[in-house]
Structure formats: C-alpha cells, structure tokens
C-alpha cells in the first residue's frame, strides 16, 4: 500500500507463477492455468489502458 501511496505505484495484483512442468511442447497444459494467465492479461490490459488517459504526469517517471 505505501508504493501506491507514498510513490504513486500501480501494482497488478494477479501474478502468475509457472514451471516448465506447467508446458507441453509450448502449450498451456491446465486450464487453472490457462485462466489464471487470461485474469493476469486482462487486468495487464485494462491497467495500461486506464493508465494511458490519465491526466496526471511526472517528472521522475520511467
């Protein structure tokens, strides 16, 4: 919370850890993670959206 607060970070909530036992032959091989993957881009997208009309800018933004 002191990220968002303090240094006007916006943090995705929704992470996706895999391992290389979650892929076979370069396809998703669960659909739990399948839609976690999906939630993870979704919000990814809505984010950078919302963040790309904002009105507000920095000086010390990367």
């Known amino acids: ?3 968002m607060l303090d240094f006007k970070c916006v943090i995705n909530p929704y992470v996706v850890y895999a391992t290389e036992r ?3 032959d370069g396809t998703i091989s ?3 993670l399948q839609a ?5 881009i979704e919000v ?3 984010l950078s ?6 009105a ?3 000086d010390w933004e990367i």
């Open 1 to 3: 919370m002191s990220l």
């Open 22 to 24: 979650d892929w076979l």
């Open 30 to 32: 669960s659909d739990s």
């Open 36 to 40: 976690r993957l999906q939630k993870t």
């Open 44 to 46: 990814q997208l809505e």
């Open 49 to 54: 959206s919302k963040l790309r009309s904002r």
């Open 56 to 58: 507000y800018s920095s």
